[in-house]
């Protein structure tokens, strides 16, 4: 039961690779698409308790999400009208990323990505991408998107700008 949680997790990697080879927006995209997120929902939970929680399995859990992350962006993007203003908001939200771990890494010789409350709820929304273009145009959900998920990452510059030693479970910049 140790390992379930980081078991979970790396199936996360397979889903989201299929994403990759299916048809946009089709049924096997929802099928894989559902099974990542919901390797997403359910790992946290189950290491939480079995007491299995690991720098490991945070680490993993972030590098899984980011890979589900681009693996959306790379099955669905083609298919979308996206904008260069888009494209260039996309990229910088990247670099902000960028720059919060580079900063964390050398503040405290370690790569820290936070799991704030608002980094959770940013993940909802991120992850509900496909759902979102259904019903909005697409350049209106990447500008919401890209202008919260820049507030995350300023958010983590913040508490690494704060804190003494890294704490990736940072519930927000008020309470680091």
Excluded at 142 to 169: A, F, H
Aim: aromatic share 18%.
């Amino acid at each position: 039961m140790k390992y379930l949680p980081n078991i979970i997790t790396s199936t996360r990697f397979i889903f989201a690779l299929l994403l990759v080879f299916t048809v946009p927006l089709s049924v096997m995209f929802w099928v894989f698409y559902g099974l990542a997120a919901a390797t997403d929902l359910i790992d946290g939970p189950i290491a939480r308790k079995f007491k299995s929680n690991t720098n490991f399995g945070a680490a993993l859990d972030t590098a899984a999400d980011y890979f589900f992350l681009i693996c959306i962006m790379i099955c669905v993007f083609p298919i979308l009208e996206i904008s260069a203003r888009s494209y260039i908001l996309i990229g910088f939200v990247f670099l902000l990323k960028i720059i919060s771990l580079l900063y964390a890494y050398i503040k405290f010789k370690m790569v820290v990505s936070y799991h704030t409350y608002f980094i959770k709820f940013m993940a909802l929304f991120i992850f509900t991408f496909p759902f979102w273009i259904l019903f909005l145009e697409e350049n209106l959900v990447i500008l919401v998107l890209g202008i919260l998920q820049s507030i995350v990452y300023i958010e983590e510059l913040l508490i690494t700008r704060k804190s003494d030693k890294p704490d990736v479970n940072t519930k927000s910049i008020f309470s680091a």
